[in-house]
């Protein structure tokens, strides 16, 4: 939350200039609160797992968040029950005529596959550009970024030579950005993909900066510069399981897979992982949900953006 202060202390300057988020006394007294509308578009297969790493992240915070939870309509899931979507899940259709504060567009294993073979790709396409008029922030996860800069900037997504396996230290490409608020100069983040994005691609997209990259795993993320489009390359969102968990699935298929890198201790995978990007993607999740979403949205949904 912003600290409040009176309107012309000398201090105010100072703080944002070091990116500490300061709200004059008279804008703090005009922002009215309410619960916050988040839309999570869930194209994983695992959908219970990603629900809850998302969740716990989004419910880190003095917010009141509303969740609605999105499955595509034109695909039927195999590794989802039709009981546990029909329990939990509502389609576009449902929710095409509202507005809503954020939306979470997840990763989805088809990144080894052309964006118009996947069987969910239009449907896909509509609520990218709904979500482009109707949300004031959209936060996209791994695949879920690829297909959001390929949309909507004609970027395109590449094969890497190996998988990009394991966590890796990233760094702060821009300064004062509020989504990077407190992160320290160097983090780690989880990457677990074939694919990846030319950073010349987005470098030269006029309407796209760069705000986070690594020398191994490329750039992190890129957003529009209000912020209204996000796109995070990386899984901060996983637990300390799961890239294990994800080794071990393709030991035991007999697919050639590398141990995860910088993940076990000493390399080696038979002994527990550490989670050392739990913080960063705490302070992530918080930053959009403030900075991005609760700082920006309008307070009658149905008269904004
Ligand atoms: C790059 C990123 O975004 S990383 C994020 C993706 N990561 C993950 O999904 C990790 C977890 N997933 C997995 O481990 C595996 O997908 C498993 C174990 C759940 C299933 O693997 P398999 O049995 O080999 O594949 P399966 O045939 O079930 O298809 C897996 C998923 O691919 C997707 N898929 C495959 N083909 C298509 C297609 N033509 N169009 C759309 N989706 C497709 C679906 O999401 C499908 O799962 P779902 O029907 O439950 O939604
Ligand atoms: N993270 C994914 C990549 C596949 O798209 C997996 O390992 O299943």
Redesign the pocket.
Not at 43 to 46: A, I, Q, R
Not at 141 to 144: A, E
């Given at each position: 939350m912003p600290i409040k202060v009176p309107d012309h202390l000398p201090a105010k300057e100072i703080l944002a200039s070091e990116n500490i988020f300061v709200m004059d006394e008279s804008v703090a007294y005009h922002q009215d609160i309410r619960p916050l509308r988040i839309a999570i578009l869930n194209?994983?297969?695992?959908k219970e797992t990603t629900e809850t790493q998302l969740l716990r992240l989004i419910g880190n915070t003095p917010l009141q968040v509303e969740i609605v939870l999105l499955h595509p309509k034109t695909?039927?899931?195999?590794?989802?029950s039709a009981e546990h979507l029909a329990s939990f899940y509502q389609t576009f259709d449902d929710i095409a005529d509202q507005r809503y504060d954020g939306m979470i567009i997840?990763?989805?294993?088809?990144?080894q596959?052309p964006f118009e073979?996947?069987?969910?790709w239009e449907e896909l396409k509509d609520i990218m550009d709904w979500s482009a008029r109707r949300v004031t922030s959209t936060f996209h996860?791994?695949?879920?970024a690829?297909a959001g800069l390929y949309h909507h900037f004609g970027i395109p997504k590449v094969d890497l030579d190996n998988k990009l396996f394991g966590v890796f230290p990233h760094t702060l490409s821009k300064r004062n950005v509020p989504l990077l608020r407190g992160f320290d100069e160097m983090f780690y983040v989880p990457q677990?993909?074939?694919?990846g994005v030319n950073r010349e691609d987005i470098a030269k997209t006029p309407e796209l900066e760069i705000w986070s990259e690594s020398d191994e795993a490329g750039v992190y993320i890129a957003a529009t510069s209000d912020g209204r489009q996000i796109f995070v390359t990386g899984?901060s969102e996983y637990d300390p399981h799961t890239l294990k968990w994800?080794y071990d699935?393709d030991k035991a298929k007999g697919l050639r897979i590398d141990v995860p890198r910088n993940y076990f201790p000493s390399n080696d995978p038979t002994r527990q992982p550490l989670s050392t990007w739990r913080a960063h993607a705490n302070l992530l999740f918080s930053n959009w949900l403030n900075y991005y979403v609760y700082q920006q949205t309008p307070y009658d949904l149905g008269a904004g953006i």
């Open positions: 194209l994983m297969p695992t695909h039927t899931s195999k590794n989802t997840t990763g989805a294993p088809v990144e596959m073979d996947v069987n969910y996860i791994c695949w879920g690829q677990s993909r074939h694919t899984h994800e699935r």
